[in-house]
């Protein structure tokens, strides 16, 4: 029998106008591998977060037009293609063409080389291959405090 570890963010949440985290997690681009976001999708959902999936081969901009759309607090990426220093970047580029302060984390396939240059780009949090659900959830609550202030 296994037991479920992720942490529960629901008390640990809070804006002035809900009390649940929104995320928009999308797979931009021609990567076609989506066990993972799915997977991630749920480890954020068990967690208590709201959770919006856009599906395969979004562009920046509908990705962009969905967060804002759906009201979300960030937005994460699934990159396994190899794009991200490319695609992770523009999703930054579109969110503040539409004027929408969301925090991005892109999780997946980074060579740690690329996690400073993917920061100074705009990128709240990088996730690598191997991370947890703690993890996982961890980094997307900093994201989003971060973001809102709290």
């Not at 029998?1 to 629901?10: A, C, G, K, L, S």
């Not at 994460?76 to 992770?88: D, E, I, P, V, Y």
């Not at 997946?108 to 991370?131: F, N, Y």
Request: charge should be negative; charged fraction near 20%; aromatic fraction near 2%.
């Amino acid at each position: 029998m296994t037991t479920d570890t992720t942490p529960d963010v629901r008390s640990d949440w809070n804006t002035s106008d809900r009390s649940t985290l929104r995320v928009l997690v999308a797979k931009v681009g021609l990567d076609g591998h989506d066990r993972g976001v799915k997977v991630v999708a749920r480890v954020l959902r068990d967690a208590g977060i709201e959770v919006i999936y856009t599906g395969l081969f979004q562009t920046p901009e509908t990705v962009a037009a969905a967060a804002v759309d759906e009201d979300v607090d960030v937005v994460g990426l699934s990159m396994l293609s190899g794009a991200h220093m490319t695609l992770a970047p523009l999703v930054v580029q579109a969110l503040k063409a539409v004027d929408a302060d969301i925090p991005v984390v892109v999780g997946g396939i980074v060579p740690p080389g690329d996690v400073v240059e993917l920061k100074r780009a705009g990128i709240a949090e990088v996730l690598g291959p191997g991370a947890g659900a703690d993890e996982v959830v961890a980094a997307v609550v900093r994201a989003a405090t971060l973001s809102s202030g709290t």
